[in-house]
């Protein structure tokens, strides 16, 4: 499928039918993110394949940053897809909260429970309601979705569901689509800390039940990654809770007149930081544009949203020829109509290796941006391999202006 | 419903990739979602290019279509060429009742491999074991009679069983093949990273086997070519010398006066001794060893009868029934955790998620997968064999003289 043929939403095919390994699924998302709240207990209930690695998941959380979690494994045996589950999951559940008295269960259910189809919900709503603790069900579902994406939205939304208005605390806020550590480091988090603003939860690499709880409390949010939008909105819609959005890494356009908005919410003077950045920027890429224009690139990082990422190297001057398209995926279709004017790239699904190789053979780029493929490959073609920073919890123009000079470097 | 709070066991479809990916020449394909081949894989290591999962959509499951399977398996034909496609089912096209057999046999005409076979109706309580068995005998069953003959090569033998992802497993081959090699000159035919060819499946004058599980293909492989097999899994310095006293006769191979051998076994006595003299003087000495069982029987017979110690539980972690009257029943997790805590073994080996969880009980030492933080990276120290024996004595000594009883 070439670009011009794409429409956001459109299945994506796959290079190869035969996929190795395959992407995470949702299920992975959920736990990597459960797995740091405070006091809180995880049921994963699903066949042994899914709750052996989501167990694993859990386990593997570094030892820095040891999980909070308490995490149980609920394997679905075969006599249970004849009898079902729900009288046993509601005993667990119990026993569960008279053992170790959690803030909250969240029971997470894979792809099989949701296939047998049985009344998961009502067993988590009745519990809700008459036990002391809350009791969510967080769906994973990855036949309906490919990206691991979804399972953290999902869970961010779990944990501010039930959330009750509390009065406002004064210059507080909150960050939101944090999955690695060093949001508070991030561009936005400094200037708000150093101008007397208070972090008041950090969702969800850092965070107890009771910062969520309280999380209404909080002037603003602040959204580092694609994956903290929706519960931005749902916290604005249900307690006006304001929100800047700092999921694109690339568009400085966006991110000036995010800064402005939130100059004008919180009064802090941002237009000589601006200034003195987008002039930094454009230097820059004016000095990127002579190196780099008119070279050819396959565009593969899956965790930026992929057709801003390769609009912005367009914008250096770049051609792209193949476009892999990962676990994320732009949300709006800006980028990718203003993409559409000027080149018709391939549009593919990650795949195999051996695809990718297959496509390298016939379009011999000179770059490679992304990390999905062994480099001796790529070394063994004269290929360049460069990838942006892999950790997009920094954003602002911090973001851009460390993926240009990678790119200066290549 | 099996509830777990510290680790539930690998899956089927876990042993079965492992399994297939032993054989390059085979391609498996998992029908369903893509996170869990995704998972899968870590089961394979860097043998990953034969086993494909095809993914799976909602209106798959809705319509019970199989075209993305069927597509899978013509793209992974063209790809890889093998010689045998395995459609393997998961426990969504399990739920669905999907029917692997009728596409494997509609496919049939389509694809170049000479058979495409389904592998369906699995159990969702089966483990690890139970997906090598399952797969070993598949092979006996609708593979191994086909092979065409090949000339048989002297002093030449297959490795069968081995996992790539076993804790220590890649150096355990690398120090099986040393021996056979150093001693008796003998050539392994897996490949590198040790795959095994049909055609050497024919060719070799014998078969080593590593695990029972793997049992039913080397018998099949005897039936078929009259290819003998040893079945070994040589911890200590008896077992191994019963191993090469076994390969020894049936290659009519005298090795005992190779000076390597001669060197490295008086070194190996010298570990074991020491390991020995280390455990023995401890007052509340007790082990408690739980892993798959053909490990678990050898390292038992190797501390009982080389180390001399009596307070030996041997639990079996799969499914797997052997003949091993000492070695206790799989016990589930809730079981295992009330023998601890009745037992309180000074010394747990089992895999590092037992032995982080019960480190107040016990000292503990990981010899057995899943590991989380610990690395495999080292294919040049063996727990098997006879360097192995100076490995596993060092590293059991500082596991119990380094680490304090909590």
């Known amino acids: ?19 190795s390994p395959g992407k995470h699924c949702p299920l992975f998302g959920v736990c990597s993110v459960l797995r740091y709240v405070d006091h809180v207990s995880v049921i994963y209930l699903g066949t042994n394949d899914c709750v052996y690695f989501a167990q694993k998941q859990y386990l593997t959380t570094s030892i820095d940053h040891p999980s909070q979690a308490r995490v149980i494994a609920a394997q679905l045996t075969d006599s249970d897809l004849v009898f079902g589950i729900g009288k046993q999951l509601k005993k667990l559940i119990q026993e569960e909260y008279e053992e170790n008295h959690p803030t909250a269960i969240y029971v997470v259910t894979s792809c099989s429970i949701e296939v047998i189809s049985e009344d998961i919900e009502g067993v988590t709503k009745l519990l809700n309601k008459q036990m002391p603790c809350k009791v969510k069900l967080i769906k994973t579902e990855n036949f309906k979705t490919l990206s691991y994406y979804r399972g953290i939205e999902l869970t961010l939304e779990a944990l501010v569901d039930g959330v009750q208005p509390l009065p406002k605390k004064e210059k507080s806020f909150a960050i939101l689509g944090a999955r690695f550590a060093g949001a508070e480091a991030c561009e936005p988090v400094k200037i708000l800390v150093e101008n007397g603003y208070m972090i008041q939860s950090n969702m969800p690499f850092q965070c107890t039940e009771q910062d969520i709880q309280t999380i209404s409390q909080v ?35 966006k991110i000036t007149k995010t800064y402005q908005d ?29 190196k780099l224009t008119g070279k050819t690139f396959f565009y593969s990082n899956i965790v930026l949203y992929p057709f801003e990422g390769v609009k912005f190297m367009t914008e250096l001057g770049m051609v792209p020829q193949c476009i892999f398209i990962g676990t994320a995926i732009d949300r709006e279709d800006r980028y990718l109509e203003q993409l559409k004017k000027t080149c018709n790239p391939e549009v593919i699904a990650n795949a195999n290796s051996a695809s990718v190789i297959s496509k390298l053979e016939e379009y011999h780029p000179d770059y490679f941006m992304g990390g999905t493929i062994n480099a001796q490959e790529l070394i063994s073609r004269n290929v360049i391999q460069s990838g942006f920073p892999v950790m997009p919890i920094q954003c602002g123009f911090q973001y851009i202006t460390q993926a240009i000079n990678k790119l200066l470097g290549m | 419903m099996k509830v777990y709070r510290i680790l539930p066991d ?8 492992e399994a297939v990916s032993q054989f390059p020449e085979i391609c498996a394909i998992e029908f369903g979602p893509e996170g869990t081949m995704h998972y899968l894989s870590e089961a394979v290591a860097d043998r990953s290019d034969n086993v494909f999962t095809s993914g799976i959509k909602e209106k798959d499951i809705i319509w019970g279509t199989t075209k993305i399977l069927e597509q899978a398996a013509i793209d992974a034909d063209r790809r890889k060429h093998p010689s045998y496609m395995i459609l393997v089912s998961s426990c969504v096209t399990e739920i669905i009742g999907t029917d692997l057999s009728a596409v494997a046999k509609k496919l049939q005409s389509q694809l170049t491999a000479k058979k495409v076979l389904a592998m369906d109706h699995i159990s969702f309580t089966a483990d690890e074991s139970d997906g090598w068995i399952l797969f070993s005998k598949m092979m006996a069953d609708q593979i191994i009679p086909e092979l065409p003959d090949y000339e048989k090569r002297k002093g030449s033998y297959n490795l069968l069983g081995i996992s790539q992802t076993d804790f220590h497993g890649k150096a355990d081959r690398r120090e099986l093949k040393r021996m056979l090699s150093d001693y008796m000159g003998l050539e392994c035919l897996n490949t590198e990273n040790g795959g095994v060819l049909f055609k050497n499946l024919a060719a070799a ?14 018998q099949a492989l005897e039936q078929r070519f009259g290819t003998p097999y040893i079945l070994a899994c040589p911890y200590g310095v008896q077992q191994c010398q019963t191993f090469l006293k076994k390969i020894g006769v049936l290659c009519g191979v005298d090795y005992e006066k190779n000076p390597i051998y001669q060197e490295e076994l008086q070194m190996a006595k010298r570990a074991s001794m020491y390991l020995k003299n280390h455990l023995r003087p401890i007052e ?79 000292k503990g030492f990981t010899m057995f997968t899943p590991t989380i933080h610990r690395t495999d990276l080292n294919e040049f120290a063996p727990y098997m064999g006879m360097r192995g024996i100076i490995n596993l004595s060092q590293d059991m000594v500082n596991a119990v003289s380094c680490v304090p009883r909590m």
């Open chain 1, 1 to 19: 499928m070439n670009l011009q043929e794409y429409h956001l939403g459109s299945d994506i095919p796959q290079l190869c039918g035969a996929i």
């Open chain 1, 219 to 253: 002037e603003f949010t602040i959204v580092v990654d694609g994956t903290g939008i929706e519960t931005a909105q749902r916290l604005k819609k249900e307690f006006d809770i304001d929100y800047f959005l700092f999921d694109c890494k690339f568009d400085t356009e």
């Open chain 1, 262 to 290: 939130l100059s004008a919410k919180t009064g802090i003077p941002l237009e000589n930081f601006i200034k003195e950045h987008m002039d930094e920027i454009e230097k820059k890429k004016t000095e990127a544009k002579e």
């Open chain 2, 10 to 17: 690998k899956s089927i479809r876990y042993g079965l990739i």
């Open chain 2, 205 to 218: 004058q014998f078969n080593l086997v590593v695990r029972q599980e793997a049992v039913p293909l080397a």
């Open chain 2, 284 to 362: 509340d000495f007790s082990v408690v060893l739980h892993g798959t069982y053909d490990k678990v029987s050898s390292l038992q017979s190797f501390l009982k009868n080389e180390c001399m110690l009596n307070r030996i539980c041997a639990v079996n972690s799969s499914n797997f029934k052997g003949e091993d009257n000492n070695i206790e029943r799989k016990k589930s997790e809730a079981e295992f955790i009330s023998m601890m805590k009745e037992k309180r073994p000074y010394l747990l080996i089992s895999h590092e998620v037992y032995c982080d969880y019960f480190r107040e009980i016990s």
